[in-house]
């Protein structure tokens, strides 16, 4: 990631977010008709975040955020296609975003499906076929396979985020954004860098 004082801030604006609602100390930050009207000529989020469709990770609220601080794109398993890069481009491209989060998560249902394997019907197969690199990646590593599989997915999208051409790998290349891999424990309900 770029050594740059705005990207490391807003990582940390996150990381501070998400300790104050581990510990269930939240100050809902932009959640007021000030913050409402403040936003209604435009957005200007800090942070892109990618994650997971799953329900029980909501970024605004894991890292008390509030309207106009986020740009979220939540796909199952926390995966890119052309369309996520496309809005990811956008953020970063036209609303000035710096920061990129891909947010991989305990207890992901795709990735744990894909590891148990059997037929993936309809497009859920799409899903199983991004996530199949992570697991071939980590198999044969100590510890739990679908654990290992999360964290390495994470690591994968975050990479493909900062290779994708034309945009991205040379918003990266000069330091004008950072693309940063985090992992959320659902038991804890704290965040850590990978």
Do not use: W
Request: proline share 4%; glycine share 10%.
């Amino acid at each position: 990631m770029a050594n740059d004082t705005a990207i490391n801030e807003a990582l940390q604006t996150l990381l501070d977010g998400n300790k104050r609602f581990a510990a269930m100390e939240q100050t809902h930050p932009n959640q007021d008709r000030t913050r409402r009207d403040e936003v209604k000529a435009g957005q200007k989020p800090f942070a892109v975040i990618v994650g997971c469709s799953d329900s029980r990770i909501p970024p605004e609220i894991l890292f008390d955020q509030g309207i106009g601080d986020l740009f979220i794109i939540r796909l199952a398993g926390n995966i890119v296609d052309d369309t996520a890069l496309g809005s990811i481009e956008y953020a970063v491209d036209h609303l000035g975003t710096r920061l990129v989060v891909v947010l991989g998560h305990s207890k992901c249902g795709a990735v744990t499906a894909t590891a148990k394997g059997g037929e993936a019907h309809g497009h859920i197969g799409s899903i199983a076929q991004a996530i199949l690199p992570a697991l071939e990646n980590v198999k044969g590593q100590s510890g739990d396979l679908v654990d290992n599989a999360i964290r390495e997915n994470a690591k994968l999208v975050t990479a493909t985020i900062a290779s994708s051409k034309p945009i991205l790998e040379k918003m990266v290349e000069e330091g004008k954004i950072g693309v940063v891999p985090l992992y959320y424990d659902i038991d804890t309900g704290l965040v850590e860098r990978l």
